[in-house]
């Protein structure tokens, strides 16, 4: 049987096994097992075993965990809110203030943990409250938050970044570095539209009350205190990398070190809450591997099959310049991205998509950038879009998810803005990696 039709007959299975609600972890896992079986034999179960020890017995993902584990002390302990708190008093009197500061507080709690979903659920507890008492327009408050909170794909220590790294065999310290310039283009993109908005129309974002600003001494210390404790845990996960003193890895578990040591200092750390906390990072990691286990059993049987290497030559074998085909595959990430979560996306198309970019002579840390600002994209984009669920569950109960879903549509429009103004300007991404590391 030729690999044309053996692609279609597992992209064929892969469509209705999904439409039928079965999980994308059980979906490749069962299409891999099937399609060995049948083309090589109980002999060939062993080589997909092996494939899928040899990817997660690499040392740099025991940095998941960590960031998880980081990201669950954060949600517990009063860390965010406290840091929203403090920043909104910043905020001062300007005009969509209080939205401009939650997307401040998403960038630095991006920064301590790399993980998107508990940000969200943080945002809509505390900071959309806030925004919809001080009569924040509805859809710019909603949207804020939903942005704000997916800028854990873009901002390091992301584990989007991780896995990519892994994935197709590049630097994770270089996507750390790639991404620092377009991840706050994106977050400055949003406080600008923010700012444009408020200021042609200030009802849609009043500042905050005086009586807000009218502080003491005393309070204005702990608000410094509140500030400065998770600034100085980003310098530490971060500056350890960017410096060279400490892998990711190595990172990852000084930060979850500083997480702990702050809990103490502000006396929130309880056995109950490192109990939650592991519980819920052994959840979380339980789902990603699953994921990975079948996305790399599925990738190793195509391309046992010689299937990686067909849809390399029909890809460069298009009538098209090398720009026409990275948009094609943009488009491809964005469409799987309605439907598929990140990690099975990536586990799917990055062993095909990477040797191309690399063959067309285009930076594969470069791309990897790309393939996060489009992950961005999905995690807004209906139907499948996590952020509008993650929402859901905290927000007031007058918020339905159609009216959620009605307030994404701008942010997904400047998240293609930036998309496309880095892959015009590929020294966005570069620009960093080649200062720490010339050639």
């Not at 310039?181 to 005086?210: F, K, Q, S, T, W």
């Not at 608000?223 to 350890?240: A, E, N, Q, T, Y």
């Not at 991205?337 to 002579?361: A, Q």
Request: glycine letters at 10%.
């Amino acid at each position: 049987m030729s690999i044309e039709i053996l692609t279609l007959i597992m992209l064929g299975s892969m469509i209705v096994l999904l439409v039928i609600g079965l999980p994308l972890a059980f979906v490749t896992g069962i299409i891999a097992f099937g399609f060995a079986l049948f083309l090589y034999g109980p002999l060939a179960l062993p080589l997909i075993a092996s494939r899928i020890y040899g990817f997660v017995s690499v040392y740099a993902l025991i940095a998941v965990p960590m960031f998880v584990f980081m990201a669950s002390v954060l949600e517990r302990s009063g860390i965010a809110r406290d840091l929203f708190g403090a920043m909104h008093v910043l905020a001062g009197n300007l005009r969509g203030g209080l939205a401009i500061q939650t997307m401040a507080v998403a960038v630095l709690m991006a920064a301590m943990t790399g993980i998107i979903g508990g940000e969200i659920v943080l945002l809509g507890l505390v900071a959309l409250p806030q925004m919809l008492r001080l009569n924040y327009d509805r859809n710019l408050a909603i949207g804020t938050v939903c942005a704000g909170g997916g800028l854990g794909t873009m901002i390091p220590p992301s584990i989007v970044l991780i896995f990519y790294g892994l994935t197709a065999q590049v630097s994770i310290g270089d996507l750390f570095l790639a991404t620092v310039i377009p991840g706050l283009l994106l977050a400055g993109i949003y406080i600008a539209y923010i700012l444009i908005r408020c200021y042609i129309n200030p009802d849609l974002g009043p500042p905050a009350p005086v009586e807000n600003r009218d502080l003491s001494y005393s309070e204005k210390m702990k608000m410094v205190r509140d500030i400065l404790l998770p600034v100085l845990v980003v310098v530490m996960v971060l500056g350890s990398i960017y410096g060279g003193i400490a892998s990711v890895s190595e990172a990852a578990g000084m930060g979850v070190i500083g997480v702990i040591f702050c809990t103490w200092i502000r006396k929130e750390l309880k056995w109950q809450l490192i109990r939650e906390s592991l519980h819920q990072t052994m959840m979380t990691c339980g789902v990603i591997l699953w994921l990975v286990f079948g996305a790399t059993a599925l990738i190793g049987v195509y391309n046992l099959m010689g299937g990686i290497d067909f849809v390399k030559s029909l890809m460069t074998g298009l009538p098209f310049p090398p720009i026409v085909i990275l948009l094609i595959m943009m488009a491809i990430l964005l469409v799987l991205g309605f439907f598929i979560d990140w990690i099975g996306i990536m586990m799917l198309t990055m062993p095909v998509f990477v040797p191309i970019v690399v063959e067309m002579g285009y930076d594969p840390v470069w791309f990897g950038i790309l393939f996060c600002m489009n992950m961005q994209i999905s995690y807004l984009s209906p139907p499948f879009g996590p952020a509008a669920f993650y929402l859901k569950g905290v927000a007031p109960p007058e918020i339905t998810l159609q009216d959620i879903y009605n307030s994404l549509w701008p942010f997904m429009a400047l998240q293609i803005l930036a998309l496309a103004i880095v892959m015009m300007f590929p020294q966005l991404a570069l620009w960093l990696p080649s200062l720490a590391y010339p050639n």
